[in-house]
């Protein structure tokens, strides 16, 4: 099952991506649902997430944005990619 749900997450990033540029840019809405999918199973994901948003302040503030923003199921795994938490912070 998680094999099944970190596919779907890359899938919805991918799919994110290729329709960004329409004029309605849903990409906006699939990109963070697909890394909430991909950052809730795999650690190494969390950690290298973690990394961009630490070294990225305009991605940090997109996301922080889509966090606010976002269902709870979708916003907490992102939140715990949050540059601000510590890294043991994650578990439950």
Do not use: C, H, Y
């Not at 991918?14 to 309605?24: K, N, R, S, T």
């Not at 697909?34 to 996301?63: D, H, K, M, Q």
């Not at 889509?66 to 540059?83: H, V």
Request: charge should be positive; hydrophobic fraction near 50%.
């Amino acid at each position: 099952m998680t094999a099944f749900v970190k596919i779907l997450g890359v899938l919805l990033v991918l799919a994110g991506l290729a329709i960004m540029w329409l004029p309605i840019p849903l990409g906006i809405v699939l990109i963070p649902a697909g890394l909430a999918l991909i950052v809730a199973t795999s650690r190494t994901a969390r950690e290298w997430l973690r990394r961009r948003r630490r070294n990225n302040p305009g991605l940090n503030r997109w996301l922080g944005r889509m966090e606010a923003k976002a269902p709870a199921r979708i916003a907490e795994p992102l939140r715990k990619t949050s540059p601000d938490r510590q890294a043991g912070q994650d578990r439950p």
